[in-house]
């Protein structure tokens, strides 16, 4: 058993699959799935995401200067599914996906409460990469279900189920 040269392109899978939610400056909302999320520090504690700038969240995430980062569970597949596939360019995503929204503690944005973890990121950075700007955002609050919070504080993320 050998090996062959393999399509670059998507030669590494993270996990897990993320939803990026977003506010513009007419207070529009939207949400996209987002492949390239990752952590990149921890003091302070920050993230990643890479959006493709012919995305319609793209200038909406750039003019707002934030987002939120929702891990959805295995039970919005469908809604992840669907974000992933249609754009806000042809109608409004999250009610179309009858999302349960609630507000952000620190920033301007929507938060996908069916999602199990949500995680309220400031933009610090961002550096164009080829496809996709990548946005450092600084995490500024980390929403999670009660259930999945452990006596430390910490998240129990064998608990939540996700995608």
Do not use: W
């Amino acid at each position: 058993m050998g090996k062959h040269l393999a399509n670059f392109k998507s030669c590494l899978q993270p996990t897990p699959k993320v939803l990026v939610s977003c506010r513009n400056d007419k207070g529009e909302d939207n949400a996209l799935a987002v492949a390239y999320c990752c952590n990149c520090s921890y003091d302070p504690p920050m993230l990643m995401v890479g959006i493709v700038p012919s995305r319609y969240s793209y200038d909406m995430i750039k003019e707002a200067g934030s987002f939120v980062v929702n891990l959805p569970s295995k039970q919005n597949a469908l809604m992840f599914e669907y974000m992933g596939k249609n754009s806000r360019r042809d109608g409004d995503k999250l009610a179309a996906t009858e999302a349960k929204i609630s507000e952000a503690i620190t920033i301007n944005a929507p938060v996908l409460a069916d999602c199990p973890i949500n995680i309220e990121c400031q933009i610090v950075d961002s550096i164009r990469t080829g496809s996709h700007e990548m946005f450092v955002g600084k995490i500024l609050y980390v929403h999670a279900d009660d259930s999945l919070i452990d006596e430390t504080g910490c998240i129990n993320y064998s608990a939540a189920d996700l995608l």
